[in-house]
Each structure stands twice: as structure tokens, then as C-alpha cells.
């Protein structure tokens, strides 16, 4: 909300008779209390208005050009099998040489929790190996894990779903495994929410409303709900809604409950972990939209890993069970396994999305 333009005094008192002589106290008094009670306003507005983003509308131009390049295998990566991901060399010589196993999770989770919770997926990793595992640190973006996987400084990692395609084309990431139930089936939604009390029935219904997304690099918090809005409901960002980004999934879901913000575009496995973990509760929001399913984040190896380490690597998350582990304190949404993928089939709704939103503000 834009705070009213103060009014300023007048230069010069104007001809008029002069004032009793106790009417300035009762002045001074009035003035006071409009102090107190606007200050009071202006705390109420700030602590319960969204934030005033920063030009979305720009980062979003900005985000769609590079996204663009990223649509198809950079030079120098190989696909005679056409299964859309880099082949290994031809050429022996060009395969890593490892001596020592780098692993990690998503670049942007903090390392040393991360290692904390996955040391005993590094402890299979090793025996599987037979190499030692250490964990990667000095990456903090998902532009400097993709590097690493293509200069090979790292030998196992994951990307987040909306970041497995630009990994597989500009690095040459090879996606393995998902984590999956008891049943090997991995997959998640992307959910809109609102208020519990919002009139909002449909994502129809949030033209002129600001929506939370998570962050561009996201699939179910930025890329999928901007091409959804505009294919299914005709809407596009800042001419039919205003939108911001939170940063963080559960930080979104939790605005959401508060009504900091009229909806919000979550992964609904993340939602389910939030309010397992009892950080919000369900009667405070209301799903009023699903999407189709995508798969979650993905483990995988650089294409040019050796042979006997990539067989390895295989036999670590086939062979590894979440339960009773260190890793289970990452997943608490009924994940107990490790399920093989396949990139051309599992990920092309996620490539179609990308591909969409190369093209979301061609008609803006």
C-alpha cells in the first residue's frame, strides 16, 4: 500500500485573527495523537502487506532468454541413441578418471546438513564403489552444480525437477533414480493455494490478485503454474495477475495460511512434508488446483563417469533402503526407495513446460 503524500505547511501563517492563547496545547495534543495512531497504522500495513517486489517482470524476460538456449544438447555432447541424453565417449580416454567419489545433493541445500543426513547413502556409495565418497562443497547455485558436473568435479548429484532438463543439455547430466514409495513410483503435483477464507474457486478467479511463486528454477513454484495460468486460463503475468517470488516452498505455503498473499504455487510433496512436520495446518489453506504429475528430484551421474564406477554408483541406489537411515530425515513423504527413470518419457511434460514458457510472453 503507497503511503499518502505528507502534506507540507503553508510558507507563510495566513491573516487571520490571533489564536487563544490555550489553543496550542489542545493542538500539540491532537497532533500527538494522529502521530500515535498513524504510526500504528503504518505498523499494522507493514507487518501484514505483501512485500513490494522488485521489477518480477524483468528477471521473468531475462529468465526466459537464457532458458531458450537451453533446449537442446550443447555442442560437443553426442545422442546416437536418441534417448535425449549425452552418450559416453567414444573414445576411452575421455572418461573422468576418479579416484575418490564427489557426491551431493541439490547445489542450493546447505552442505553440511546435507552431508549429515546422507552419510549413510555415502557409506553404500563407497562400499559400492570401492572408492572413497566425499561430499561437495564451494556450490551454493545451480549454476555452479551443472559446472561441476560438466568440468567432473562431482560424480553423483541431484537436480530439482525443473532443473534436470537445462542439466542434461548444458553439462551433460545423465538422470539415474528418483526417490520413490514401496511400490517404485515417484511423482508429485503442482497445487495452487489459497487462504482457507479466500472466495477463490479457480485459478480463473485470481485475475488482478498477487500470487506467490517460489522462485523461475522451480518447476512446480514458477515454470509450471506461469504456463498453466496462460494455456488454461488465458492469463498472463502482470497483465492479468501480479506475482512475486518467495523463495522457498514451505515459506510460500506458510504465507499462504497467513494471507499474506491471495494464492500460492506449491510442490504438493513439499506441502505434505510441511504440514506433516506441523508448520501449518491443512484447515488454514485450500487446494483449488492440481496439475498433472511430474517426477521429483533426480540422481545422476556426468555422461563420461567410467563404466565400473557408473555400475557402481547403479548398485548403491538400487541396493540402499531409506528407512532406519540418515537419509530418512530428508524424506518424510513415504519415500523407501530408489526408483530407475527414464529421462525421454518421465520428463517430457517438464520439457514441454520449458519449452512453453520460451514462448509464455510472445503475445504480451
Known amino acids: ?61 531475462a529468465y526466459i532468454t537464457n532458458l531458450a538456449k537451453t533446449q537442446a544438447l550443447a555442442d560437443g ?36 546438513a546435507a552431508k549429515e543426513n546422507w ?12 572408492k572413497k565418497v ?29 532443473q534436470v532438463s537445462a542439466a542434461v543439455n548444458t553439462a551433460g547430466f545423465v538422470p539415474l533414480f528418483c526417490p520413490a514409495d514401496a511400490d517404485g513410483k515417484y511423482a508429485y503435483q503442482m497445487e495452487v493455494l489459497v487462504p482457507a477464507g479466500s472466495p477463490v474457486q479457480s485459478p480463473a478467479d ?23 495460468f496462460r494455456d488454461k486460463f488465458q492469463m498472463l503475468p502482470g ?12 515459506r510460500a505455503v506458510k504465507d499462504v495460511a497467513a494471507g499474506r ?16 512436520a506441523g508448520e501449518v495446518k491443512p484447515e488454514q489453506f485450500r487446494s483449488v488446483y492440481k496439475s498433472d504429475s511430474f517426477p521429483p528430484l533426480c540422481f545422476g551421474v556426468p555422461h563420461n563417469l567410467p563404466p565400473d564406477v557408473l555400475a557402481g554408483v547403479k548398485a548403491a541406489f538400487t541396493g540402499f533402503a531409506v528407512p532406519n537411515t540418515s537419509v530418512a530425515k530428508a524424506f518424510k513423504g513415504g519415500q523407501v526407495k530408489f526408483a530407475p527413470v527414464n529421462y525421454k518419457t518421465d520428463w517430457q511434460l517438464s520439457r514441454e513446460v520449458d519449452d512453453s514458457l520460451t514462448h509464455l510472453l510472445d503475445a504480451k
Open 239 to 250: 497483465r492479468d495477475y501480479k506475482f512475486s517470488f518467495i523463495g522457498d516452498h514451505v
Open 1 to 61: 500500500m503507497s503511503e499518502p503524500a505528507e502534506q507540507q505547511p503553508p510558507t507563510q501563517a495566513p491573516a487571520t485573527l490571533p489564536a487563544r492563547a490555550s489553543s496550542w496545547k489542545y493542538t500539540i495534543a491532537f497532533v500527538a495523537l494522529l502521530l500515535v495512531g498513524a504510526g500504528g497504522w503504518y505498523a499494522y500495513v507493514y507487518s501484514t502487506a505483501m512485500p513490494v517486489p522488485p521489477d518480477e517482470l524483468h528477471a521473468l524476460k
Open 77 to 112: 555432447y553426442a545422442d546416437a541413441d536418441a534417448d535425449l541424453v549425452a552418450d559416453p565417449p567414444a573414445d576411452p580416454a575421455k572418461f573422468l578418471k576418479v579416484d575418490e567419489v564427489v557426491f551431493s545433493v541439490v547445489g542450493t541445500d546447505d552442505p553440511e
Open 261 to 276: 498473499y491471495d494464492a500460492v504455487c506449491v510442490a504438493n510433496d513439499l506441502l505434505a512434508r510441511t504440514v506433516a
Open 119 to 130: 552419510k549413510d547413502f555415502m557409506a553404500a556409495l563407497e562400499k559400492a564403489t570401492g
Open 134 to 162: 566425499t561430499y561437495l562443497t564451494g556450490v551454493s547455485t545451480v549454476l555452479e552444480q551443472a559446472r561441476a558436473v560438466a568440468e567432473g568435479r562431482v560424480h553423483v548429484t541431484a537436480f530439482n525437477t525443473g
Open 206 to 228: 485470481l485475475r488482478g490478485k498477487a500470487v506467490g511463486l517460489v522462485a523461475l528454477s522451480s518447476n512446480s513454484g514458477g515454470k509450471a503454474p506461469l504456463v498453466i
